[in-house]
T-cell receptor, first 115, second 107 residues
Framework: DAGITQSPRHKVTETGTPVTLRCHQT?????MYWYRQDPGHGLRLIHYSYGVKDTDKGEVSDGYSVSRSKTEDFLLTLESATSSQTSVYFC??????????????FGAGTRLSVL | KNEVEQSPQNLTAQEGEFITINCSYSVGISALHWLQQHPGGGIVSLFM???GKKKHGRLIATINIQEKHSSLHITASHPRDSAVYIC?????????FGTGTSLTVIP
């Protein structure tokens, strides 16, 4: 298994509170991704990173920010959580050098409930 | 607008049956991926292909670039194959995912 750890695995929070999810990898992969998975939708890209301090928005980036200060860590922050952000969040990494052609390895997911 | 469409959404099969899951996509891709999501939620990559056909055990994946279509076949299906199968395409630095096919194999 690829060394990807998501934390926390489960979180319940209240509307309006800030929330930070962490993705930690031990594989030294260049690309890191944050997705959300909701019923009736495929995995949808929130933000991705192609290197330290290099990030870009995905399809559903509104209400989310990210930071990557080290190769191994990619943080996803909900500045002010809303009920529509209740979801399962997955982090993924891919091998360096070939971008989207490469196999993605997924973390175990974080189940977030915003009440 | 969905860049990736899968069919069927749900599939129930008897153990031993041959299973086919289809994926069509509308964007230019560098590669297509088949993923498996277990009932516990974990996602693993089964195949990555950009042309032709790949086989791994009882799983076979094919892709037709001209028709923008891929199929995942499972031969001699088994209850442990029960999972959600997800088609994803890589385009540029991003991936686009289908909504998945939920497969249940009954003993």
């Amino acid at each position: 298994d690829a060394g990807i750890t998501q934390s926390p695995r489960h979180k319940v929070t209240e509307t309006g509170t800030p929330v930070t999810l962490r993705c930690h990898q031990t594989e030294n992969h260049r690309y890191m991704y944050w997705y959300r998975q909701d019923p009736g939708h495929g995995l949808r890209l929130i933000h991705y990173s192609y290197g330290v301090k290099d990030t870009d928005k995905g399809e559903v980036s509104d209400g989310y920010s990210v930071s990557r200060s080290k190769t191994e860590d990619f943080l996803l922050t909900l500045e002010s959580a809303t009920s529509s952000q209740t979801s399962v969040y997955f982090c993924a990494i891919s091998q360096p050098g070939q971008g989207a052609q490469n196999i993605q390895y997924f973390g175990a997911g974080t189940r977030l409930s915003v009440l | 607008k969905n860049e990736v469409e899968q069919s069927p959404q749900n599939l129930t099969a008897q153990e031993g049956e041959f299973i086919t899951i289809n994926c069509s996509y509308s964007v230019g891709i560098s590669a297509l991926h088949w993923l498996q999501q277990h009932p516990g939620g974990g996602i693993v990559s089964l195949f990555m292909l950009s042309s032709g056909k790949k086989k791994h055990g009882r799983l076979i994946a094919t892709i037709n670039i001209q028709e923008k279509h891929s199929s995942l076949h499972i031969t001699a299906s088994h209850p442990r194959d029960s999972a959600v199968y997800i088609c994803a395409v890589g385009a540029g630095n991003q991936f686009y995912f289908g909504t998945g096919t939920s497969l249940t194999v009954i003993p």
